[in-house]
């Protein structure tokens, strides 16, 4: 038997190295010539459960950037069943590729296939690129697929409860650093507003809130100002706005060491997943400034509820309810980042860790 303190990463290649980085459990390379399909499939944890993550297609920069994204991604993932009280475990899934210009019902169906080939051990999901159709296809060469239309008998878009979330842990968030969750009058930024991001406008503007917004997309963007009476920001310009809370609703590591010298907000809550370039360091050095930061995995957690609520049937209304309960597990967390002096981040991990090794020992005792 290999003692895995034996192990020294240092020894391993790339891609081992970086699997014993963060204990990742598997790894599979999907390739297909004919349809054109490059994905990568990983599994960090499954002690909770099957492994369950979304599918991102994007066209990344090198193969090297889409196993770095594909193994944090699943690494939140475990964190964020973890900490909302669900039996998955942390998978995800990235296609290498525009989704706009590169998909077809046959690559999709090839990567079905793939998921069909690991036995349950991940069951896909939407992410940002892939969508229902996307799902109906995957689902038509393997069961294991969540997050399916309505007319099927999915739970449709996860982007509204997901958004749902989100409100929840920012108006936590407004409680802690203003004594009030009242989010009327407080000039919120929101970066991206995609499924979530529209979705967390209406929201906050249903609330009162002054609400500014950016996107690539400049369709999306005159629809969503209109249609939510929105401001509309240049891209570049959403770091430096005088606002009260920054909500990244787009893609990851925009809080880091360039943006934190320009952000004058008082918290940060979004959707993205991996907000933070360096758990660390800029989790740190949030909390060093006074900007009061929510998880991001606990607070985008909405739609991992929505997918438990359509693969047990507990339904569209139960999975509200659990999401409705994100608002005090993100007060639960500041009381203990306060009490122990570490970053919410660190305090989010620390009880999402607990979990999972108290039923790794259940398991092993069982
Ligand atoms: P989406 O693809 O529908 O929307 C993302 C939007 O961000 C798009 O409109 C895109 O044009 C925009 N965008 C990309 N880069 C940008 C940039 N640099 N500046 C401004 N805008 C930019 O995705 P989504 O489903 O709304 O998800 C948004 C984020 O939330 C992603 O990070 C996703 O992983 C995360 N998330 C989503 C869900 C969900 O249920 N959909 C759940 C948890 C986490």
Request: hydrophobic fraction near 40%.
């Amino acid at each position: 038997m290999f003692e895995t303190k034996e192990i020294n990463s240092l020894e391993l290649n790339p891609v081992f190295g970086k699997m014993f980085e963060n204990s990742h459990k598997n790894i599979v390379y999907c390739f297909d010539k004919s349809t054109g399909l490059k994905a990568i499939i990983a599994i960090h944890d499954t002690t909770l459960g099957p492994a369950i993550g979304g599918v991102r297609m994007w066209n990344y920069r090198s193969e090297a950037d889409a196993l770095d994204d594909v193994l944090r991604l699943s690494r939140g993932m475990t964190y964020k069943a973890a900490i909302t009280g669900l039996n998955f475990g942390g998978g995800k899934a990235v296609i290498i590729g525009d989704s706009n210009k590169g998909k077809s019902e046959a690559l999709m169906r090839r990567f079905g296939k793939f998921v069909n080939n690991m036995s349950g051990e991940f069951i896909a999901a939407q992410d940002v690129g892939t969508n229902l159709r996307d799902m109906e296809y995957i689902r038509m060469e393997t069961n294991h697929v969540a997050g399916i239309s309505e007319a099927v008998g999915g739970t449709g878009h996860t982007g509204p409860v997901s958004a749902y979330g989100v409100y929840m842990g920012m108006k936590a968030s407004a409680k802690e650093q203003w004594g009030n969750d009242s989010l009327s009058n407080k000039s919120v930024a929101v970066q991206g507003i995609g499924n979530v991001g529209e979705h967390l406008v209406k929201y906050l503007r249903e609330e009162g809130a002054r609400v500014y917004i950016s996107d690539l997309d400049e369709d999306r963007l005159t629809h969503v100002a209109r249609k939510h009476d929105a401001i509309i920001v240049p891209n570049n310009q959403i770091y430096d706005l005088d606002v009260d809370i920054y909500a990244p609703c787009a893609l990851g590591a925009t809080v880091n060491s360039d943006t934190l010298k320009r952000l004058k907000c008082s918290i940060v809550a979004g959707s993205a997943n991996n907000q933070l370039e360096d758990e660390e360091l800029h989790g740190q050095m949030l909390m060093d400034m006074g900007i009061l930061y929510a998880p991001d995995f606990l607070i985008n957690a909405g739609g991992l509820i929505s997918v438990y609520a359509e693969l047990s049937g507990a339904g569209k209304k139960r999975a509200m309810q659990l999401t409705e309960d994100i608002y005090k597990v993100t007060q639960d967390i500041f009381r203990m980042s306060k009490k122990e002096q570490i970053t919410p981040h660190k305090a989010a991990l620390k009880i999402a860790e607990k979990r999972i090794e108290d039923i790794r020992q259940l398991k092993a005792n069982s």
